[in-house]
Structures are given as C-alpha cells and as structure tokens.
C-alpha cells in the first residue's frame, strides 16, 4: 500500500488545463443549443456536430481515468481514503448517463428542429455540465493529490496516452486548440515539451486558428 504522506512523484498539472475544454464548451453548450431558431435544420445539424465531438472527447478522457487510475488507486490508497476514489466513479458514471441522454436528445431534436426538442436537449446540457463541474472539481481538489503521490511518471503518462488515442483523425489540432484558450500557458507549453521544435512552433498557432473557426461557427465568437 503506498502512503499519500509523502513527496509527490509526477505532476498533474496538464490534467486541470484539459479540463477547461470541457467546463467551458458543456457550460456554453445550452445556450449554443437555444440560439438555433426553431425548424433550422441546418443549424441544429452545426450545432450538434460539436456537441458530439465534445461528448466524444470526454467520454474518452473518462475512460482513460476508469480503466487506468481508479483500479491502480483503489489497490494502493489507505481505506479511509477509498471513498474519494469511488466518489470519483460513481460522478463518471452520473455524467456517462447524461451524455447518453443528450445524445439521444439531440438525435430527437435534428430531425426538425423543434421547438420542444431543442430546449429539451438545452435543459440535459445543463444538467450535465453541472454533473461535470461537480466532478471536475472534486477531481482537481481532492484526488489528483492522491494520484500525484501514489502512481509512477510511467503510469500516469499512460492516461494521457489513452485518452489521445482516443481522439479521432483530424480533431488533433482542433482538441489541442480547445485544452489551449483556457488552459494555463506554461502547463500547455510543458505539454508540448517532447515534441519536435518543428511542431513546437507550428502546433499552436494552427491550434488557435482551428479553435477560432469552431468558436465563430457554433458560438458566435472567438472568444467564448
């Protein structure tokens, strides 16, 4: 069993910057939602390709977390502290639930566009991203200091690995773009730290281009 007592072994730092992807577009993700004006099929289809690379995205981010932190933690941390891990399971859970729901939502509302669909779907959004802001923080205050203290450099950055994996072919630039506008510079430049210094200097700013364009056609701004 490993002590949470002592000195941290890795930082987690990266795991809070891409969290403000998913705070800031579930929490922009209603409002997105009721703008599109009734019967604009359109729009809603827009509309709804970002909800689903969203909800793509995260539900990558947790799997990643379910299948490669919460065992080896449950395995290593003191039992009064298996709680807070099993609190962290049981919120994935509440939001993997909702993400199914607007999914089916959004399903209902582009066949046409209506009324009573998009504010149904606007309403589930809500909901969800109160689930996830609940979650995040949790996450952020009470387990990434366990997890600092009790996983290896090689475990966690097997996490990270997964959940890139995960990112389908030609959202790359846009996702890096996403973790970006929000997430603390100097952790996203670590986060480019291993790369080649040819993608060190291009990556952010193709990066800011995508995420400028994705702002512009689903919020109606570049800075969301």
Known sequence: MTSTTTTPVL???????????FRRELRL????VRRVPVGDVRRARVVAAHLEYV???LHHHHTAEDELVWPLLLARVPLELAPIVELMQSQH??????LRESDAAATRWLRAAGGPERDHLADVLDTLHASLAEHLDAEEQRLLPI??????QAEWDAVGARARAGTRRGEQVLTFGMIQHDGD???VTRMLS???APVRRVLPVLARRAFR????LVHGTATP
């Open 147 to 152: 997890a600092a203290r009790c996983l290896s």
């Open 194 to 196: 291993g790369a080649p």
């Open 213 to 216: 364009r994705r702002a512009l």
């Open 55 to 57: 909800g793509h995205a």
């Open 93 to 98: 859970e509440r939001v993997d639930t909702l």
């Open 11 to 21: 930082d987690t730092a990266e795991m809070p910057a891409v969290h403000t992807f």
């Open 29 to 32: 993700a209603g409002a997105a």
């Open 185 to 187: 510079p100097e952790v």
